[in-house]
């Protein structure tokens, strides 16, 4: 996925409509919601509330297809669109199951914050810490991180009908590994999204107050 061209910076009425143009391949619900999951955690002023990034999983969507998408919020553009693995205990080629525990081998929902990069057992990595109680808070534990894997692979899931999975981080494509985390490191989000009544009715990052939120009524 090439890298798109920066455009003017875009008012905040209008950003939702920018980023959905700038990315037509995205579910412009789900991208609704981790907006106004971003206004949420800004208004809360903690992790992650100067973020001028935003990374969007779609996992109603199977991993033969691209559900990542970052963007850059001060621009209203899009950066990367790409494939991204789930937790082998989150399903085959849909990931179904979600989960905060240890051992699950399981990818976690909701609105991560970012943080340091490091280099390991899977080469440059980034670490994420769950911003959501109960739902992603032990990512940092469960060494949810973000990572190259050789596994992610387009033509290889095409043949075998999905991606390799990881043990529950979003793995990308090891191409494009270093400039997607580059663009997400040090205290930009992510927000991972499926179809989990629970969560999203009962996410803070969901249903803070609309009013303070500038009446911006995304749901």
Request: one cysteine or more; aromatic letters at 6%; glycine letters at 12%.
């Amino acid at each position: 996925m090439a890298l798109l061209a920066s455009a003017p910076l875009a008012q905040a009425g209008d950003l939702l409509e920018r980023l959905a143009a700038a990315a037509p391949g995205i579910d412009r619900e789900v991208l609704a919601l981790a907006l106004e999951a971003r206004d949420c955690a800004r208004l809360g002023g903690g992790a992650g509330a100067d973020a001028a990034r935003l990374a969007v999983i779609d996992y109603t969507r199977p991993s033969t297809e691209e559900r990542l998408w970052v963007f850059d919020l001060v621009r209203g553009t899009l950066l990367h669109e790409e494939h991204v693995a789930h937790g082998r205990g989150s399903g085959d080629g849909m990931a179904t199951r979600f989960s905060n525990v240890e051992g699950s081998y399981q990818s976690s929902l909701g609105l991560f914050a970012t943080a340091e990069t490091y280099v390991g057992g899977n080469g440059y990595s980034l670490r994420m810490d769950g911003l959501e109680p109960g739902i992603n808070d032990a990512a940092r534990e469960r060494l949810l991180v973000m990572h190259g894997a050789d596994y992610v692979d387009s033509a290889q899931a095409r043949r075998q009908g999905r991606l390799g999975r990881s043990w529950g981080c979003p793995a990308l494509r090891p191409e494009v590994t270093r400039e997607v985390i580059d663009h997400l490191k040090n205290g930009q989000l992510l927000f991972a999204y499926a179809r989990d009544a629970a969560w999203l009715e009962g996410s803070r990052f969901l249903h803070c107050d609309l009013a303070e939120r500038g009446g911006s009524g995304r749901r």
